[in-house]
């Protein structure tokens, strides 16, 4: 193991997790409750229902690729570029982010389609301000270039960066 001080386990993950868990939950008691039924739109409530389902359960395949490994990575001082780090810098906070968006997907609710774009706002700002500072300060270059080619929120397929397969 390496003698560098390693990031904590969980980071800042709870806190995000709690704070869109409970959004998402708040938001659609108040859709089912009838408070904000102005926009819903009921010719749509299928595909709103399957749009949800496939984006929960890519939420959860994200999420699940990721979270019984963090911790060995971690402990390690390995920063992990393969795997579904290779798709995605925050694998955990985005399966979160996802499968709270197919929630909301599956509410049939526009005005609740808001939150989406207010957790990735605030998992941007979140992560810009603590995770990644410690993960440039530890891996320095080794850390910005792999930031140059894999994105912090959503999933996708990196650019051409060489990686470091994790042990």
Do not use: Q
């Amino acid at each position: 193991m390496s003698d560098k001080k390693h990031l904590p386990v969980y980071g800042v993950g709870p806190i995000y997790g709690v704070i869109i868990i409970a959004a998402t939950v708040l938001g659609i008691f108040l859709s089912a409750a009838g408070i904000l039924d102005f926009s819903k739109v009921p010719f749509s409530k299928i595909p709103f229902i399957i749009a949800g389902i496939a984006v929960a359960a890519l939420g959860f395949w994200v999420w699940f690729s990721a979270a019984f490994r963090i911790d060995k990575y971690i402990k390690g001082n390995v920063l992990c570029t393969d795997g579904i780090y290779a798709w995605v810098r925050n694998p955990c906070y985005s399966g979160i982010m996802l499968m709270c968006t197919g929630a909301l997907w599956m509410a049939n609710n526009f005005t609740l389609l808001i939150l989406p774009v207010i957790y990735w706002l605030f998992m941007t700002v979140l992560m810009k301000n603590t995770e990644e500072k410690w993960l440039l300060e530890l891996y320095g270059e080794e850390y910005s270039e792999y930031c140059r080619g894999v994105n912090r929120c959503i999933p996708f397929p990196g650019r051409r960066v060489r990686r470091k397969k994790c042990r």
